[in-house]
């Protein structure tokens, strides 16, 4: 902290909202935020910002974010003691351990977990004695695939490459918009800026999406894909590389098995034959195939897009085949993984990852890495049987309007016999809670970004020192599961174990790690030498790290894991180029810059502008269903069906509607009040929860089939 001398003072730290982690500067006098600006000597971002970032100051002073623990009695609540609140939630959840086993009582963890260091660092104690197959997270409606392809890839979990994108000269992207949502997988501060310069110094940066994006916007090229279908796209590029390389010669080939396999696989797939199914013509996949392999520093990258869809396993696994084939992989410039001072791959405690150890019990979902796929949480809470869901918990997440089929979940939540949350507001999921238990907000303690350091496109590290200090009595998450671990290992009679603080597991991790003086680093990092430099400290670009860094027992990279290999079989049973069912559409999603997900419209800034939840129609779709721009119409698929206006674009691929994610705050009994008038709809009502990618089991939230229809007056 500076002072300026008339008793304001200047706190530095990192914004949690996104993965960009971006410095920013809050003025302050102690008690109240006087204003939040980006901090122009952080290391990293070096001054940008978004305006996402002044909500800090709105979610700090917000009346409607709870204080204190509540507890429901039939549509009312009451607040209760923390003392009342965590024995309450441990003798329920003892009672149903014992009447039901150990999976009759269900998890689920949301997004802002993971931007929350305290919850990563102490979650597992109070969960693990839980002893649940029930637990269930956000990662399955978003990275698995990423995941699983690096577990069974690199033999890590944590190993994802992440695009070089200060030093690409060809930077292919699949369904991602950073421009809007501020990179993922690829923590960027000023996605623009960087990707703006990828042309600027005589590179391309080439998007493949079914909008004309943001992104798209500021790209060398656009071009549209069909929802769906990109695994043809990339087993078409795939070959045409192949074809033209006739032996496999990279710069990682020493440490690779089975590429013969890779290449026997996508023989056949022609880029003449995914044209018809693509939509993509066969001469533009040829020619970016061509470019990719002449341009001496190029990447590909997949992210949302591919990721959540039907072959959202099988397209990671062929994007990393791409940038290994082409002598991208593990190269300034291409993808290349990172060394992060808090090391989630070497460190102490990481775990590579596990897969199909176990399976959901109603529709044989694989777990991967103790979770199973959020797709089977309402099955495991509606079918009755032995290991059914009675009580859940649930920390920072809003799956009613975030997971597939929210209505349903709606009908599953609140049939349970117990449930409770760990959120500072009353949601259109914690609603259905006996009890909610509200954290600190983030201002009120310290910060570190253990997830998205390992995935920045630099090595980087900072801390955040709280702002204010918590209110009397207040809990952090962490000290909440702390209490919770506490009291259930005295119910179950085992020992409690005793952790450290989160602050002093990072020291260690950090005095451990490969900046270590013990690792005879110069940096020499600890947690001390990081609170001596608040706009944080650059580690450097990414360096090449193989082989040393595989976690494979061979130490050689798994070309061709059977998992995917055998998956391509499926891309020619379901995508054929026959033409879409008449009337049918294919719904993908998107995002706006100023949303986070569900959690961020109880603040006017961000609300300012045009409805942000309008249906996005090309056209001669439009045309076509006889509806003009700014109508009513209403989306319905095989699960409901929700009513919004239509904004006809040519920015929208032909046959393609889009709808944005997170919103639907009409529902009934929710505490955030400015949501509540700026409702909106929910994407999710109209997407099927039982839509999966098989093979990683992830959700499917693109390329959902509907119909749309006038809704006349
Ligand atoms: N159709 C469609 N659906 C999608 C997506 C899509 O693209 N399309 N995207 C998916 C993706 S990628 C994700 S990650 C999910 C995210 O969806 P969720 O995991 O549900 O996360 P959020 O909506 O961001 O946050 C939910 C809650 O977290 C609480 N929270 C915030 N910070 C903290 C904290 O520090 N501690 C605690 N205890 N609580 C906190 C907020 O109060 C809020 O109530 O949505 C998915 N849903
Ligand atoms: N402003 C804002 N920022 C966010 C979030 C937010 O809600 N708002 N959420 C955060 C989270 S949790 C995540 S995971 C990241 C996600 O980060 P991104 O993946 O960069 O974000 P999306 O906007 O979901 O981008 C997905 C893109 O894929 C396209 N797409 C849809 N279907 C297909 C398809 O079948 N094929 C192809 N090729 N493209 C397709 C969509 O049109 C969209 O442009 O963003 C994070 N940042
Ligand atoms: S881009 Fe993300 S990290 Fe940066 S200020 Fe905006 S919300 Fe915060
Ligand atoms: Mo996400």
Redesign the pocket.
Known sequence: MESNGNSLEKHYRACHLCEATCGIEITHNKKEIISIKGDKKDTFSQGHYCPKALVLKDIYNDPDRLRKPIKRSGQNWHEISWDEALDTVVDRFASIRSNHGPDGIGSYL???CVH?YG?MTHAGHFLGLLKSKNRFS?TS??QLPHHLVGYKMYGHQMLIPIPDVDRTDFFLMIGGNPVASNGSLMTLPNAKKRLKAIGKRGGKLIVIDPRKTETAKIATEHHFIRPGTDAWFLLALLNVIFENSPSFSTNVSEYCKDQDKARTAVRGFTPEKAEPITGMSAGTIRRIADEFMTTEKAVCYGR?GVS?QRFGALCQWLIQLINIVTSNLDKPGGALFTLPAFDTVGGFGSKPGHFARWHSRVSQLPEFGGELPTAALIEEILTEGEGQIKGLFT?????VL??ANGTKLEEALSGLDFMVS????I?ET?RFADIILP?TF?LEHDHYDIAFNALAIRNTAKYSPPLFPKTEGAYH?WEIYTELGKRLAAKLEVQPRQDASPDQMLDFMLQSGPYSAQAGHEQALSLGVLKKHPHGLDLGPLKPSLPDRLATGDKKINCAPELFLNDIARVVEELSPKATESGTLLLI?RRHLFD????LHNYPRLLKGKDRCKLLLHPIDADRLHIRDNEKVRIVSGTGSVATTVSITEDIMQGVVCLP??WGHHRPGTGQKVAGQNAGIS??DV?DHLQVDPVSGNAV?NAVSVKVEKIRQ
């Not at 986070?596 to 959690?599: P, R």
């Open positions: 949301g997004n802002p929350n919850m956000a409606l978003d949302m959540v920390a920072a997440a809003n799956p975030t997971a760990l959120d500072f507001y949601n914690t954290p983030t998450d999603g986070a997900n569900s959690w994610h997170g994407m999710n997407t939230l």
